[in-house]
């Protein structure tokens, strides 16, 4: 199995920024993608970001991109989400989850994630 562990979430200013960190352990596949998604309280779950593995290969969701950025390190099996110029709306859980299926290139389709982190809070004060 794959255990994902999540930190880096906190409370925040409108503006500011934080860095969310995931390092995946266990009985990982030669290779795999990895993505986040994000849930606000009362809403769906929703894509932000993944990267394949090939680190040039990534997919932002619309009102993150330009503002939030993937990268991952292989050797310590860690994806990062870098995310500035944060916004109220950005409040929300964050999840982490790695695509044991190949995992080449991104996808924001859920399905394709076979394992999930527990979730880390961000919170943007106005």
């Known amino acids: 199995q794959v255990q994902l562990a999540e930190s880096g979430g906190g409370l925040v200013q409108a503006g500011g920024s934080l860095r969310l960190s995931c390092a995946a352990s266990?009985?990982?596949?030669?290779?795999?993608?990895m993505g986040w998604f994000r849930q606000a309280p009362g809403k769906e779950r929703e894509f932000v970001a993944s990267?394949?593995?090939?680190?040039?290969?990534?997919l932002y969701a619309d009102s993150v991109k330009g503002r939030f950025t993937i990268s991952r390190d292989n050797a310590q099996k860690t994806v990062y989400l870098q995310m500035n110029s944060l916004q109220p709306e950005d409040t929300g859980v964050y999840y982490c989850?790695?695509?044991?299926?190949?995992?080449?290139?991104?996808?924001?389709?859920?399905?394709?994630?076979?394992?999930w982190g527990q979730g880390t809070q961000v919170t943007v004060s106005s």
């Open positions: 990267i394949g593995w090939t680190s040039g290969s990534t």
């Open positions: 989850a790695l695509d044991a299926t190949g995992g080449y290139l991104p996808t924001r389709y859920a399905e394709r994630y076979r394992y």
């Open positions: 266990g009985r990982t596949s030669s290779s795999y993608g």
